[in-house]
């Protein structure tokens, strides 16, 4: 191991629970454990604007699991829904995903910085992973 290595572990700074939490337990994480969902939202994003119906015709499951599904990405913020007429259209709501993605991304940033932000910065640019570093360092 690295003197680099060692150092940067003795000078570690650990987050507290409750910033863990607020990274790991993001609803995003929650809203896309189910393949179905993720599937739905490729869907949308493909297709643009569809009814529970026409919607529900890609996939094998019931429409009311289907209907279910939709409920909770609209709750969680990645669908939106308007009234035509009868029918009830979906669509991604793209920047609302973004900007959900984007939190997760700068909470693991920040929880990142707490340890080797001396080298963390460095091999962030670069694109490399810790791992990658540690191997570099054999």
């Given amino acids: 191991m690295s003197r680099d290595h060692i150092s940067c572990i003795q000078n570690k700074k650990k987050p507290n629970k409750e910033q863990l939490d607020e990274i790991f ?5 929650k809203l896309l454990s189910e393949p179905i969902r993720i599937d739905i939202l490729k869907l949308l994003a493909l297709k643009g604007e569809l009814d529970i119906t026409q919607i529900s015709g890609h996939f094998n499951q019931d429409r009311s699991v289907i ?9 969680g913020g ?5 009234k035509q007429s009868r029918s009830t259209i979906y669509q991604v709501d ?24 001396e080298i963390y910065t460095d091999l962030y640019s ?7 570093y540690i191997e570099k360092q054999k």
Avoid at 25 to 29: A, E, L, R, T, V
Avoid at 78 to 82: D, N
Avoid at 126 to 132: F, W
Wanted: proline share 0%; aromatic share 10%.
């Fill in 25 to 29: 337990d993001s609803s995003i994480f």
């Fill in 67 to 75: 209907s279910r599904h939709l409920k909770l990405l609209f709750e």
């Fill in 78 to 82: 990645l669908l939106i829904k308007t």
């Fill in 94 to 117: 793209g920047l609302a995903f973004l900007h959900k993605v984007e939190k997760v991304v700068s909470g693991v940033k920040e929880m990142l910085s707490f340890c080797c932000d």
């Fill in 126 to 132: 670069q694109g490399l992973t810790y791992k990658d």
